[in-house]
């Protein structure tokens, strides 16, 4: 039995004020390729279709084409649940005259769900639910942190459980010491939002989403998928892919993974101004991928942003070096053990951490006289 593991798509994603439906729509056109190429007996997504649960018009519209070309166009099962961008309730509207199309959709946790029988496999849907929700459901005061809910919803199925043939879980979780991004949105506070991998124990593979990377845990059975494109530069580095799933009917299996060409990359680059807009440095480049560059320079520039979107026109985020260095500095101000120093050695600290410039003699000189004038009470010339 072969199915494809996605998730994470987050369609109506805004990424610096810029849609990218456009580009997730790129993508897309690939992942039915994909498709088309490995015929697979079905395709899973593991939460986060929408990236917000009231999607604007357009990721609508992208997610109705490119489901009716999967499910319809070429015949193929799609087992989907909803993350914590989605909109639980609007993802259930029509789940249950979508399953005549072998197109199973859960937004909201039941409890007691039927698992889907494709090809000798058991699939066992858990879309994402807080753990007040499971509380309420299962009507279990004990429930208090995503663990305790993890661990109640996944004790409910196994004791219903069919063993005889593989069971395949499809989740949205944040499993224990999985390595996160800027663009995920934190499940609880303290470690609450955590999971255990060991939890899914009885299951022959453990697909999820949530987490960003395909390589966020390195666990036998367990997999994220990663999203479907980079959604912010702390993802600049991430590899993106989906797997492909070969199991045998005794649950083993086999997993490879196919990656998405993006129609601009996200990318960082770091140099001098002068440098980057030398059309020797910049021919190189790819100047359309969206970019986050950082200036060495110092001092001032004039339309630095500017001038370089007449080059690379994505540029989506510029910062410089050295406003970096000051703000390294300025977070070690709190730290500092100011005791026995005078107001001149104090002033002289401040000004170092705030500028991470020289304090030369003729400004030490300088703020002396100040310091000494407002002491004596006279106006300071």
Not at 56 to 79: Q, S, Y
Request: glycine share 6%; charged share 30%.
């Amino acid at each position: 039995m072969k199915f494809i593991h996605t998730g994470d798509w987050h369609l109506g994603k805004l990424v610096h004020g810029m849609y990218m439906t456009s580009d997730q729509r790129h993508v897309l056109d690939q992942f039915i390729e994909l498709v088309a190429e490995e015929q697979p007996d079905a395709v899973i997504i593991a939460g986060d279709l929408y990236d917000r649960s009231v999607p604007p018009v357009e990721a609508v519209e992208l997610l109705d084409e490119i489901l009716f070309r999967i499910n319809v166009g070429h015949h193929t099962p799609v087992i989907a649940i909803a993350g914590n961008h989605d909109s639980a309730e609007r993802l259930s509207f029509g789940s249950s005259w979508y399953r005549h199309n072998h197109f199973y959709l859960s937004g909201k946790l039941e409890k007691n769900p039927s698992p889907i029988h494709i090809n000798g496999v058991h699939f066992h849907l858990v879309p994402y639910a807080e753990p007040g929700t499971v509380r309420y459901l299962f009507d279990d005061p004990s429930i208090h942190s995503h663990q305790d809910a993890m661990k109640r919803i996944i004790g409910n199925i196994e004791d219903k459980m069919e063993n005889r043939e593989p069971n395949v879980l499809i989740g949205h979780a944040f499993v224990q010491g999985g390595v996160t991004c800027d663009s995920e949105r934190i499940l609880s506070v303290g470690g609450s939002g955590c999971v255990s991998a060991e939890l899914f124990e009885p299951f022959s593979y453990t697909a999820l989403g949530h987490l960003h990377s395909p390589d966020a845990i390195n666990h036998e059975k367990v997999r994220y998928s990663g999203s479907l494109m980079k959604y912010s530069f702390s993802e600049a580095k991430q590899r993106k892919a989906v797997a492909i799933i070969e199991m045998n009917e005794d649950g083993t299996f086999k997993t490879r993974s196919k990656s998405l060409t993006p129609k601009q990359d996200m990318r960082e680059l770091a140099g001098y101004l002068d440098e980057l807009l030398d059309p020797a440095v910049y021919q190189k480049e790819k100047t359309d991928d969206f970019l986050k560059i950082t200036l060495l320079d110092e001092g001032s520039l004039i339309d630095p942003i500017g001038k370089l979107r007449q080059v690379y026109p994505n540029v989506l985020h510029l910062e410089r070096k050295l406003e970096l260095k000051d703000k390294k500095e300025k977070n070690k101000l709190s730290n500092v053990n100011t005791e026995k120093k005078s107001d001149l050695e104090l002033f002289e600290q401040f000004y170092r951490e705030m500028t991470t410039a020289e304090f030369s003699e003729e400004k030490r000189r300088v703020m002396a006289g100040v310091m000494d004038s407002i002491l004596k009470g006279e106006a300071v010339k």
